[in-house]
């Protein structure tokens, strides 16, 4: 019955794939034979060679008129640069900065993004943004751009110019990219491409190509075409060496040490043909890297935080997207040079080198390679670590794919420490992507099975996603078995053994209101069930949501969710040192209501709330949770984040009061000079932890950082745990 339901599932994911693309505007791209000043102002005599492209239709508030700020554009090319000219209609000189960092935000600022999708896929894209000023921000597209979080990478950076003038009714950005900042194919004589625009003047997203507002601003789906006059030639990426010193004094309070230390090593990107690069590492260093952001968690399941070193980061699609969310992760980078102490401390694990290989093999065709050797620490039982990861995708009719993995990870010799159990562990697995040509269906299937030494049973991980997005309904419906068996030592799982069922369903109006976009009401349900207790319920939990939007950015929702959960192990929800586990096999139903506002972002005052109160296992909850911000834009930022829990439980198990307070304060003095200090205080880890972190581009993509940390135990009058200063030199060269 279960191989008859996944055929019928397949069946609908692959016919879902054959829907007539719309389409797509074309222009032509002139070749000039001269460089051009990039000044912003775009009056050389060569521009009259390109034609104006313009009409621009809203996304946000409306998808189904033009903009009314229109903004227009044209494109020249020589043999060595692309060169962009964007005009765009503005309500006079006040604009939406924040800040003067590269890799800006663009959530309600005035920005414009490009995308250019080399190898016309609709699925991979290079991604350059800007803004009145003449900031910079360069990404990664991934996975169609349907996802904000997952489909795109800012940590990726290259070499590029932008120059920007602004008048009482417009701003014009004049930029210029060099083509070895793009991988392509040169048989081909387009790239597919687009540009957005966010205009917070009027509260007004536009797009030259018109993009409904019920799928993301910038997706894949929805493009142009750019017409190359003359063929391309063969792109010539040069071979960028990045080499680093850094110093270090640290001093350890507990273990009463301390030490100075220096190393060197470096990155180089070796690029190989049109579209493959390899990246080589020795000796990484990721001192400069900002530290994790504090949680408090009351569920039964460990958090997975966010990966910010940047050898991890770029490219990350072809490693990370595999799987669904949290549920099943076959890798999760941060297990390679991230590991615990023999306390459970987390610490990390030194990565030795590394080599990664990713990119295209042919137009249809994506190759990702991952190995990375990490040192052993026999004090803390750690052993020396060969991490490998293999993937190949394949696409299939206009945006889907068939992609494929593999997962190893293995000592590197014997340990008394280590079992033979231990010594191992392999992951394969196959998954077919849907992306329909409108976006409108989206959806996954896999098959994952793991090869550990004692565990062959029940060691597969079958799963299922289909989603289907119109302007008014989002309808979606996910199946996963897991296998008790099933092991992934370079993966993040919050359960093994389990079948999980997860229908969603989301409706949608937009009504004709000058103040509110939209109104929104959405039910969630997650029912998780134990294959080896009979299929017993472990978890149910059904959600429902009611929120608005506003014009302004704003919003305001409502939430009641309903729970029920059978422990099969004793949990303590306060994680209190001496507090009183809820015993392993007893359930408990509740539930709570959650109210959430969050204020119009555009202002230089603006807070994100949520309160919420309800019944919480055999007890109650209530929780605030609160961002504020304040800016002197664009040098100044400061956050507060302050989050309560009062968690009252009958004796004798844990009653706690829980705190989080992050201030967090920002200077950007200017557009290569940054100083943040990060300040966390987590009553739930009884820590104080402080973060300065100054960064200075004294050139293209090399920096100067200098790093202070210091470490707190909150429950001994605040004594000093760990300290450290921490200085870098990064240098960008290219061959």
């Not at 074309?26 to 000039?32: A, D, G, N, R, S």
């Not at 004692?454 to 309808?475: F, K, P």
């Not at 969050?598 to 605030?624: E, H, P, Q």
Request: aromatic share 14%; glycine share 4%.
């Amino acid at each position: 019955m279960l191989n008859k339901s996944i055929a019928l599932y397949l069946c609908v994911l692959l016919n879902s794939t054959l829907v007539f693309a719309q389409e797509e505007p074309e222009f032509l791209v002139p070749t000039i034979d001269s460089d051009l000043l990039i000044d912003g102002t775009g009056d050389e005599v060569q521009w009259n060679k390109g034609e104006w492209q313009s009409d621009f239709w809203m996304w946000r508030p409306s998808d189904s008129v033009q903009a009314t700020k229109q903004t227009r554009f044209k494109l020249l090319r020589n043999t060595q640069y692309l060169y962009i000219l964007v005009e765009s209609e503005t309500d006079g000189t006040e604009f939406t900065t924040p800040n003067l960092k590269r890799d800006f935000s663009t959530y309600s600022t005035d920005y414009l993004t490009l995308l250019f999708d080399t190898f016309s896929d609709a699925t991979n894209a290079f991604s350059f943004a800007t803004n009145p000023i003449g900031l910079k921000a360069d990404g990664l597209i991934s996975g169609g751009n349907q996802n904000y979080r997952s489909d795109r990478n800012y940590a990726w950076d290259t070499k590029w110019t932008v120059a920007t003038q602004i008048t009482e009714d417009h701003f014009t950005a004049e930029i210029r990219i060099p083509f070895s900042a793009f991988f392509y194919d040169n048989s081909q004589n387009y790239w597919r491409f687009n540009i957005y625009r966010g205009n917070p003047q009027i509260n007004e997203t536009s797009s030259w190509i018109r993009t409904p507002q019920n799928q993301l601003i910038g997706n894949l789906a929805f493009m142009g075409k750019m017409v190359f006059e003359s063929p391309l030639k063969k792109a010539r990426n040069p071979i960028s060496l990045i080499p680093y010193v850094s110093g270090a004094s640290q001093k350890d309070f507990i273990e009463v040490t301390s030490d100075s230390r220096s190393s060197m090593g470096g990155d180089a990107k070796i690029p190989i043909g049109n579209a493959l690069n390899l990246d080589l590492t020795y000796n990484p260093d990721f001192s400069q890297v900002e530290v994790d952001d504090q949680v408090v968690n009351l569920t039964r399941f460990a958090i997975s935080l966010p990966e910010k070193r940047q050898f991890f980061t770029q490219n990350d699609d072809l490693f990370k997207d595999f799987g669904a969310n949290r549920d099943v992760i076959p890798f999760f980078s941060r297990r390679i040079g991230v590991a615990q102490d023999l306390d459970g401390n987390t610490i990390e694990n030194k990565i030795i080198a590394g080599a990664r290989l990713s990119g295209k093999l042919n137009s249809n065709l994506r190759l990702g390679f991952l190995n990375i050797l990490t040192d052993a620490d026999v004090k803390n039982e750690i052993p020396s670590n060969l991490n490998t990861v293999f993937t190949l995708r394949q696409k299939v009719f206009d945006r889907s794919n068939v992609s494929f993995f593999f997962i190893d990870r293995r000592t590197m010799e014997e340990y008394d420490f280590i079992d033979d159990e231990s010594q191992k562990n392999s992951v394969t697995g196959i998954e077919y992507n849907l992306a329909s040509s409108d976006s409108k269906w989206s959806g996954r299937a896999f098959f994952h099975k793991s090869f550990t030494e004692g565990l062959n049973e029940d060691d597969q991980i079958i799963g299922m996603r289909l989603q289907r997005n119109t302007l008014r309904h989002s309808a979606s419906m996910e199946f996963i078995h897991g296998g008790e068996d099933f092991r992934s030592d370079l993966g993040f799982f919050r359960r093994t053994g389990f079948l999980k069922i997860a229908p969603q369903y989301t409706f949608r109006i937009y009504p004709k209101n000058p103040k509110v976009n939209s109104y929104s009401f959405t039910n969630r349900s997650y029912l998780f069930f134990d294959p080896a207790r009979n299929y017993l319920a472990t978890d149910r939990v059904f959600s429902n949501s009611i929120r608005k939007s506003f014009l302004n950015s704003s919003s305001l929702s409502l939430d009641y969710t309903n729970r029920y959960v059978f422990l099969t192990s004793s949990f303590d929800p306060t994680r209190s040192s001496d507090g009183v586990e809820l015993p392993e096999n007893s359930s408990y139903t509740y539930g709570d209501l959650e109210i959430s506002y969050r204020s119009d972002s555009r202002k230089r005052f603006n807070l994100d709330t949520t309160i919420t109160y309800g019944s919480f296992y055999n007890g109650t909850k209530f929780t605030v949770e609160n961002e504020i911000n304040w800016r002197k834009q664009p040098i100044f930022n400061t956050s507060m984040i302050v989050n309560f829990n009062i968690i009252e439980l009958p004796k004798p198990y844990a009653s706690r009061n829980l705190w989080l307070i992050s201030p967090k304060v920002d200077f950007t003095f200017t557009k290569t000079l940054t100083w943040t200090t990060f300040v966390q205080y987590n009553s739930q880890g009884e820590n104080l932890g402080v973060n300065s972190r100054m960064q200075w581009r004294f050139a293209p993509l090399s920096d100067l950082f200098l790093v202070y940390n210091d470490n707190y135990i909150s429950t001994d009058n605040f004594s000093p745990r760990y300290r450290s200063f921490n200085l870098k030199l990064t240098y960008w060269l290219n061959i």
